[in-house]
Each structure stands twice: as structure tokens, then as C-alpha cells.
């Protein structure tokens, strides 16, 4: 599954692909029918889930009032 | 930060070199690219916990990080967008090692207000830019300037006073309404703004009303977006002792 982590990675570098390339590249990636679906629909949350991340992760590291 | 796309190459070079590496992100993907960079990053979201004060959590996870440094070894704290922005850990760390005599340093990164500019074609110097937190700004006595653009972040925990929740709702946000409706009125347009962290995702940009917003879908994630409400309004005294000082000068010259 760290071949749909290093796609994305790969499009966060290179994202100039258009939608046909796209389709094509994601089609030909070697992730599983369910990867390849959750790429294609764009869908974040299906991948988390197909790649068994946290279901929900914090992110506020601030605190309005130290005090 | 977005996965692939927002890490410099210093910060990368500092992941995959460190001896120890913690990473808090606030996207599950984007935790799995890190530790698809170094298998052995250690989350630090173990330290948070519903009903936990998460001043208690930060503290703890500030500890996590000295004493592998205090041990010697050179520990990388990977940070959503930027480590210094909305961040109290990163900087809290960083003190705390300086304070011991340990050697720290923060690398900045692409925060979510550098997407903020980018995907809403905002620049924070045609106007002027107020950034706050949405407790913070209820909790104290602020001046909004409402000829220039105001930001605030974290409102899905708008009014939370007990530092141990996540989310509060829309009583608290009725509240924060009130607040900022003696400054915008309440049809002001309010953009709901969420960059994207995922490569093959679009970043949530929803224009809302200000009334609109005690019942809108605002998470952790949400920041909103306040245009201007009213022009600028020219400093004429301010402007006339300018005049005067700039004819000072041609005639000393």
C-alpha cells in the first residue's frame, strides 16, 4: 500500500498531469481495484481507511489561553 | 501541508537524517507519508485524549521530544504547515532545549495561511491582515479593524474555555457571531476555508454569511476568512504633519 502513499507523493511534486493522464497513471498504479477506485473518485477517506490510518487525528497544538 | 508538496528539502534531509523522529500532522495520509519516509517516526497524537486538558497533552509531548535529546540524540519534530504558526509545542520545545543548554532549531514551513493567500487571491498587505483564534478572540478585549481582512482560526473549538474538548457548537458560535456582528453586519460574506492536504484533493473554500456560520460545518480544520467591511479611511493628520515635515526638508536642503 505504500504504492498509493508514493503515488501521492508523486503528484504532490509533479502535479502537472492532466485528467486523462491521470486516469491512465492511476489505472495502470499496482494498488488493489479499491485503491485504484479511491484515487480515481478523489476519495481521501476511502484510502485512509484502505491504508488502516488513524481514524481521526488532532491537529490543535495551540493554546488560546496559557494562562 | 500538503502530502508531496509542502516539505523543503532541508526539512527532508532533517527527517531522514534525525536519529529520532516525532511527527504531529493533521491529515491521516499525510502521517503515513512520513512514516513511509522513516518507519520508525513516533505519532504524537497518543498524547491526546477527549476530556484531557490539552495543555496537559502538549506538555507531554513537549517531554517525549527532550529526553531523547537530553539522551543525545538528534530528534526531528515534523509539524503540520508551519512548526512556529498556531503551534505551541514546537516552540515550547525549542525553548525548553535552549534553556538546558541543548542546541535547537525550527525550519519554517508552507502554513495553512501561505494556501489561505494562495487559493483565495488574498494579499494580506492590500488591506492589512488581523489573524486570531477564535477563544482567544472571545475570551479578550480586542480591536478588530474591519477595513482590513480578519482571519480566525481554530473556530470548531470557538469558546471552548476548558482546553479538553475539540469541538464545542452552535451556542458558543452564537456567541462568537454576536462578538464579531459589532464589527460586520450580519450579511457579511465569510469565506470557510480548509487547504488541501492531500494532492488529489481540492482545498474547502465556502462563502457563507455571517449568520450563517452558528450553524455551518466549522471543524478544528475550518479557518474563516472576513473580507473588509468598510474602506480605508485616510489618516488626514497624520498626513498634513507628513506635508509639513516633507516641506521641512526641501527647505533645510
Redesign the interface.
Known amino acids: 500500500m505504500?504504492n498509493i502513499?508514493?503515488f501521492?507523493?508523486?503528484?504532490?511534486?509533479a502535479?502537472a498531469l492532466s485528467r486523462d493522464q491521470f486516469i491512465r497513471t492511476v489505472s495502470a498504479l499496482d494498488v488493489g481495484q479499491e485503491g485504484r477506485r479511491a484515487?480515481l473518485d478523489?476519495d481521501?477517506v476511502a484510502?485512509?481507511k484502505l491504508?488502516e490510518?488513524?481514524?481521526e487525528?488532532?491537529?490543535?497544538?495551540?493554546?488560546?489561553?496559557?494562562d | 501541508m500538503m502530502l508531496g508538496a509542502h516539505v523543503s528539502p532541508r526539512s527532508r534531509s532533517h527527517i531522514e537524517q534525525a536519529d529520532v523522529v516525532f511527527v504531529l500532522v493533521s491529515d491521516p495520509l499525510v502521517e503515513l507519508w512520513v512514516q513511509d519516509m522513516r518507519p520508525d517516526a513516533r505519532s504524537l497524537q497518543p498524547y491526546y485524549l477527549e476530556g484531557k486538558s490539552r495543555l496537559a497533552s502538549y506538555g507531554e509531548m513537549v517531554e517525549a521530544m527532550l529526553v531523547e535529546v537530553r539522551q543525545g540524540q538528534r530528534v526531528c519534530g515534523v509539524f503540520y504547515g508551519h512548526p512556529g504558526v498556531f503551534a505551541l509545542v514546537p516552540h515550547k520545545a525549542i525553548q525548553r532545549a535552549r534553556d538546558e543548554g541543548l542546541a535547537a532549531h525550527m525550519e519554517p514551513g508552507i502554513s495553512a495561511e501561505d494556501c489561505l493567500y494562495a487559493d483565495l487571491g488574498i494579499d494580506p498587505g492590500k488591506y492589512g491582515c488581523q489573524h486570531y483564534e477564535a477563544s482567544q478572540l472571545m475570551f479578550y478585549r480586542r480591536r478588530i479593524d474591519p477595513s482590513a481582512y480578519l482571519v480566525v482560526w481554530q473556530v470548531g473549538m470557538a469558546g471552548d474555555r476548558s482546553l479538553a474538548r475539540f469541538s464545542t457548537g452552535p451556542a458558543y458560535r452564537q456567541l462568537l457571531v454576536e462578538l464579531l456582528g459589532r464589527d460586520y453586519p450580519m450579511d457579511h460574506p465569510v469565506i470557510a476555508y480548509e487547504a488541501a492536504t492531500l494532492p488529489i484533493t481540492a482545498p474547502r473554500m465556502d462563502e457563507l454569511r455571517l449568520s450563517e456560520l452558528v450553524e455551518a460545518d466549522l471543524r478544528l480544520q475550518t479557518t474563516l476568512v472576513f473580507p473588509p467591511a468598510v474602506p480605508m479611511q485616510r489618516n488626514q493628520e497624520m498626513l498634513d504633519r507628513l506635508s509639513e515635515l516633507d516641506r521641512l526638508t526641501r527647505t533645510a536642503a
Not at chain 1, 8 to 13: C, I, K, R, Y
Open positions: 505504500t502513499i508514493r501521492l507523493e508523486s503528484m504532490g511534486s502535479p484515487l478523489r481521501g484510502l485512509n491504508l490510518g488513524r481514524d487525528l488532532r491537529c490543535a497544538v495551540f493554546a488560546e489561553d496559557e
